[in-house]
């Protein structure tokens, strides 16, 4: 596969390594396809599901290891709940045990109707999927994934690759410290305990 990558700045060599990772994950493929053949638009396959594939292989461990969820975000200027109901279910349909219950699709062009009440402030709304990666808390966190029908692989990372594959946590610069910014760090260490983590400066 040929790599699209949609970057401020990064090391050349990175987004081919990814993509050869990525390729190398049975479940993360999967996800991949069923996004690919339900022509969500604008989608990735973003966060957690992709670095910490790349931590996995980096250290050894298998690749699925300690991956919580696969996060599927896409683009649909309607933005009612039943709409994005509709695509949840759909992509839950073409999914196969144990996928089906780990795999979140969520409409980006909703969240801000959501977000306050489960994190405790506003949210600007959005204009595509890939602005969603610059409020990620952080950059190593801010990469995702499309495989295009072409059968090439679309690689987003706003902030480059260096932080996902130097295992570094640290603040996204654009949006400061998290108010859970402690747990999300324990959580992360607890898992991967090579990471190296950067002080918060609040």
């Known amino acids: 596969m040929l790599t699209v990558a949609t970057l401020e700045s ?11 990772i990525v390729e190398q994950s049975p479940r993360l493929m999967s996800v991949l396809h069923v996004v690919q053949q339900e022509a969500l638009p604008d989608a990735l396959v973003f966060s957690g599901a992709v670095y910490q594939t790349v931590w996995n292989a980096l250290t050894g461990r298998p690749c699925s290891y300690g991956i919580k969820d696969y996060d ?38 909703r ?18 999927t890939e602005e969603a990666l610059d409020r990620f808390v952080c950059p190593a966190f801010a990469v995702g994934v499309r495989l295009e029908h072409s059968g090439r ?42 990471l190296t983590v950067e002080p918060a400066e609040r």
């Open 10 to 20: 990064m090391r050349e060599d990175l987004a081919p390594q990814l993509v050869a």
């Open 72 to 109: 599927v975000g896409y683009y649909d200027r309607d933005p009612s709940y039943e709409a994005e109901d509709n695509v949840i279910r759909r992509v839950a349909a073409a999914l196969d045990e144990p996928l089906r219950p780990m795999v979140e699709a969520r409409n980006q062009a």
């Open 111 to 128: 969240v801000h109707l959501w977000f306050a009440d489960k994190f405790g402030h506003p949210f600007e709304p959005l204009t595509g």
């Open 153 to 194: 692989m679309t690689v987003v990372a706003p902030f480059g690759l260096e932080d996902v594959f130097e295992m570094r946590l640290r603040v996204n610069p654009l949006r400061g410290v998290a108010a859970d910014w402690a747990r999300i760090v324990n959580s992360a260490t607890a898992r991967w305990p090579e």
